[in-house]
T-cell receptor
C-alpha cells in the first residue's frame, strides 16, 4: 500500500543553519506530495506541494523537489530562523482512482531552532 | 475568514460521558475528515465523508460516530468517552479529496477524559 516515511526528530539546529528533513514514499503511479507545518497549539498548515515528477514546491524559503527516481520529497531551507520551530509533516495523495484515496501523513518531525 | 472552524477548543469529560465535537467549513468543500493526533503516533484518520449523506470509516473509528447532513458541517460524536480517547482532534476539508489541493485543517480540539 501507500506509505510515507520521514526522519525522526527532534532535529535541533542553530539559527541560520541549513535544514534538511528527509521524506521518502511508497506509492503506485504518480501521487501528489505535500509538506505541512504545525506550530505549537495550532492545526496543520499546507507549506508547499508538488503534483508531478521534477516539480519543485516552495514557500517561505522552504523548498522540496519531487524525485520519482528516488521516491523522495526532502524539505530544505538555506537559513532557518527561531520562528521555524514547529513540527513538519510529509504527506502524499494517491492518484485519483487509487483504492487508497486519502492523504497519507508521515509521523512528523519536530524542529527546534536555537537562537 | 474562510476556513475550518472547530468547537470547542478544550474539553474535559468524565469517563462514560458523551459529547459532540463540531466542525464547520465555508469553502464548499466536498471532502471532510476527522483525525486524532497522539504523541509518537502522528495523525490517524477516524472517519471521513466525500459529500453530504456519505460517510466512511478510517483507521481508528471505534467509539466515534459521524454524520454529514449538510456540505458545511461534519460533527464527531463520542458515544461513551474513555481515557484512551484523550487526544487532540483535528477536522480537515478539501475540494476534491485532496488529490492535488491538499487539506485545510481546523485549529483542533484538545480533549481530556478523566
Amino acid at each position: 500500500g501507500n506509505s510515507v516515511t520521514q526522519m525522526e526528530g527532534p532535529v535541533t539546529l542553530s539559527e541560520e543553519a541549513f535544514l534538511t528533513i528527509n521524506c521518502t514514499y511508497t506509492a503506485t503511479g504518480y501521487p501528489s506530495l505535500f509538506w505541512y507545518v504545525q506550530y505549537p497549539g495550532e492545526g496543520l498548515q499546507l507549506l508547499l506541494k508538488a503534483t508531478k515528477a521534477d516539480d519543485k514546491g516552495s514557500n517561505k524559503g522552504f523548498e522540496a523537489t519531487y524525485r520519482k527516481e528516488t521516491t523522495s520529497f526532502h524539505l530544505e531551507k538555506g537559513s532557518v530562523q527561531v520562528s521555524d520551530s514547529a513540527v513538519y509533516f510529509c504527506a502524499l495523495s494517491p492518484p485519483r482512482g487509487n483504492r487508497d484515496d486519502k492523504i497519507i501523513f508521515g509521523k512528523g518531525t519536530r524542529l527546534h531552532i536555537l537562537p | 475568514n474562510a476556513g475550518v472552524t472547530q468547537t470547542p477548543k478544550f474539553q474535559v469529560l468524565k469517563t462514560g460521558q458523551s459529547m459532540t465535537l463540531q466542525c464547520a467549513q465555508d469553502m464548499n468543500h466536498e471532502y471532510m475528515s476527522w483525525y486524532r493526533q497522539d504523541p509518537g503516533m502522528g495523525l490517524r484518520l477516524i472517519h471521513y465523508s466525500v459529500g453530504a449523506g456519505i460517510t466512511d470509516q478510517g483507521e481508528v473509528p471505534n467509539g466515534y460516530n459521524v454524520s454529514r447532513s449538510t456540505t458545511e458541517d461534519f460533527p464527531l460524536r463520542l458515544l461513551s468517552a474513555a481515557p484512551s480517547q484523550t487526544s487532540v482532534y483535528f477536522c480537515a476539508s478539501s475540494y476534491n479529496q485532496g488529490f492535488s489541493y491538499g487539506y485545510t485543517f481546523g485549529s483542533g480540539t484538545r480533549l481530556t477524559v478523566v
